[in-house]
């Protein structure tokens, strides 16, 4: 169950720095608010009425945040409740609590860990939106529809081979996918980091010794996102460096579905490193 908070009115009490987060996130909702405190932080950027809070103050308004820190303000505001209340990190003192909004259009997700755990849902929203990229929706899609919008491909690149070389983004869109096509160089543990669910499929060339052709392996893509799937391209390296990244692209695109490519680290520059070998130097006209 979700509580509509718009156009209500908000009390925050408390000018610290999560008092500060809170009136952030009312100013981009573009909601009311008020914020009485004792004494601010310096930089508090919003309008502060200095004094001591009395149950009264609360008088007018829909919603109390108490971001105080202070016992007795929460107990006065327990004790005389006829509003919404959210006591910053004490879940079992609120009325709601605030989620993280993935934001697309008419969509919105909600991400709540019940305000156990607002980091995590903060890494949640930020997947989700990166998937639903420009997703939009409208009464009139049928399900079919809904599914092929909510498709997307990722051409991840996967480095030159070691775990810890993978990038962080790479890192954080493996756990996304639902099928992954992958190369000869991916590094087995990189497969390791995929869901348990996700549909792994091989896809990768030797010389004198491909197990798909090219014309293949984007059909085969093509037909996962078909289905509304999240699908991940996992190669060697960079996307575009020494393979057929910008074939993929193009193909994908032109059949209508968003596509992501994500960096990776090329051998072209880490195997000149793991050489000792600079690839260039402040002055030096000729390689070494």
């Known amino acids: 169950m979700l509580i509509n908070l718009v156009n209500k009115k908000f009390l ?24 009485i405190a004792k004494e601010k932080i310096d930089d508090f950027p919003y309008d502060v009425e200095i004094k001591e809070f009395e149950i009264k103050d609360t008088k007018g308004f829909d919603v109390v945040i108490d971001a105080s820190d202070n016992e007795e303000v929460t107990k006065k505001l327990l004790e005389n409740k006829n509003f919404l209340l959210n006591v910053v990190d004490k879940p079992e003192y609120c009325d709601f609590y605030f989620g993280s909004i993935a934001k697309k259009g008419n969509l919105s997700i909600l991400v709540s860990s019940n305000g156990t755990a607002p980091r995590l849902t903060q890494v949640i929203r930020d997947r989700c939106e990166r998937i639903l990229g420009d997703f939009e929706v409208n009464r009139d899609m049928n399900y079919e529809e809904i599914k092929k919008k909510s498709a997307k491909a990722f051409l991840i690149g996967c480095g030159p081979g070691a775990l810890d070389l993978l990038t962080i983004r790479a890192f954080n869109t493996l756990k ?3 099928v992954a ?57 960079h ?40 690839l260039t130097i402040r002055g030096e006209k000729e390689a070494l």
């Open 239 to 278: 996307p575009f460096v020494f393979g057929r990244g910008a074939e993929e692209l193009e193909f994908l695109t032109k059949s209508g579905f968003e596509v992501e490519v994500i960096e990776g680290l090329s051998s072209a520059v880490s195997a000149p490193t793991n050489a000792g070998i600079p």
């Open 176 to 178: 996304t996918l639902e």
């Open 12 to 35: 925050i009490i408390g000018a610290s720095n999560v008092a500060k987060q809170k009136c952030d996130v009312l100013a981009k909702m573009g909601e009311e608010f008020k914020v």
């Open 181 to 237: 096509l992958y190369d000869h160089l991916v590094n087995p543990e990189i497969l390791e980091l995929l869901p348990k669910e996700c549909e792994k499929i091989y896809v990768g060339k030797q010389k004198g010794k491909h197990s798909r052709k090219q014309d293949e392996i984007n059909e085969l893509i093509l037909k996962y996102l078909q289905e509304g799937k999240i699908v991940g391209r996992l190669k060697g390296g």
